[in-house]
């Protein structure tokens, strides 16, 4: 199986259609910010458009979240993330439909803040195998990783989420 040979209009095109939301998703659910989740999905598709040849056909999705990943661990990294976003945390949530109840709406968010306060290992576990609907094993290509790595940081973040929605009162 060999790699893409270059970064073709149309291919890059094709795989910004199929993709470019799920980079935007995560790395805003990553960030919690919507101008520093659209600067790292940029980021990440200039990347492709410059890399496109190291792709191998097949594994273009696992590659992006890849690099979604590590982008947004660098901007989480960086001195003004700290600063400005460890120093006044905000979890902004995607709101609720109308019709979804008052309960339900509330456990979500409280899933939500529970996943932003799991360790960064473990978040990216989640986010990429439930948000992104990843299987485990493209989860672990993801992240680089070997598969049995992904799957117990899942599920010691799964005990944890657990823990922490019974605090806040959620049994679910």
């Known amino acids: 199986m060999g790699v893409l040979p270059q970064a073709e209009p149309a291919q890059f095109e094709r795989l910004y259609a199929l993709y ?3 980079v935007l ?3 805003y659910f990553y960030l919690a910010d919507r101008q520093q989740a659209e600067d ?3 980021d990440v598709f200039l990347r492709l458009y410059q890399r496109a040849g190291e792709i191998t056909p097949g594994k273009e999705k696992a590659w992006l979240m890849q690099v979604t990943v590590n982008r947004c661990r660098d901007t989480w990294r960086s001195a003004w993330a700290r600063r400005v976003l460890l120093g006044s945390p905000q979890l902004e949530l995607i709101p609720a439909r109308e019709n979804d109840e008052l ?7 409280a ?4 996943v932003h306060r799991l360790p960064p290992d ?5 986010l990429l195998h439930y948000y992104q609907q990843m299987p485990l094993e493209e989860t672990a290509a993801a992240l680089g ?3 049995g790595t992904a799957a117990s940081r899942l599920a010691r973040a799964k005990d944890k989420l657990k823990k922490m ?3 806040e009162g959620f049994d679910g």
């Not at 309960?103 to 968010?109: A, V």
């Not at 899933?111 to 529970?114: E, K, N, P, S």
């Not at 473990?122 to 989640?126: D, G, L, N």
């Open 20 to 22: 470019g939301d799920d």
């Open 25 to 27: 998703r995560l790395a």
């Open 40 to 42: 790292a999905a940029q």
């Open 103 to 109: 309960e339900r709406r509330e456990e979500k968010e």
């Open 111 to 114: 899933l939500l803040r529970a």
């Open 122 to 126: 473990f978040r990216e576990v989640v």
């Open 145 to 147: 990783i070997p598969q």
């Open 165 to 167: 929605l019974k605090e």
